[in-house]
Nanobody, 124 residues
Framework: QVQLVESGGGLVQAGGSLRLSCAAS????????MGWFRQGPGKEREFVAA????????VYADSVKGRFTISRDIANNTIGLQMNSLKPEDSAVYYC?????????????????WGKGTLVTVSS
């Protein structure tokens, strides 16, 4: 039912900015939160940010707090991730996610659907 398609990944220099987008289809009646995870080379998948669909309340991983901003566009069923002051350690495949719960959004086992990912590479 739910299809998630990420876009906006690419190569950027350290200190630069990039904006990711995720378009969701088949979610017209789903009000669960959405968010972003990432997986860098040789690393485990980690939580990045999430946003409550109804309230707009956001949560961020400590590693990106103050640099990344998650947003949502309810009318277009999309979420964004504005990434500023990028660091090489931010390099990863970024995955869009739709949750199946309203709780514990930092846990990837609470994700119901995943996008295929978009690659972000930050060079020194």
């Amino acid at each position: 039912q739910v299809q998630l398609v990420e876009s906006g990944g690419g190569l950027v220099q350290a200190g630069g900015s990039l904006r990711l987008s995720c378009a969701a289809s088949g979610r017209t009646t789903d009000r669960y939160p959405m968010g972003w995870f990432r997986q860098g080379p040789g690393k485990e998948r980690e939580f990045v940010a999430a946003i409550s669909w109804v309230s707009g309340i956001t949560v961020y991983a400590d590693s990106v707090k103050g640099r990344f901003t998650i947003s949502r566009d309810i009318a277009n069923n999309t979420i964004g991730l504005q990434m500023n002051s990028l660091k090489p350690e931010d390099s990863a495949v970024y995955y869009c996610a739709t949750y199946g719960t309203y709780l514990r959004l930092t846990a990837d086992d609470n994700v119901a659907y995943w996008g295929k990912g978009t690659l972000v590479t930050v060079s020194s």
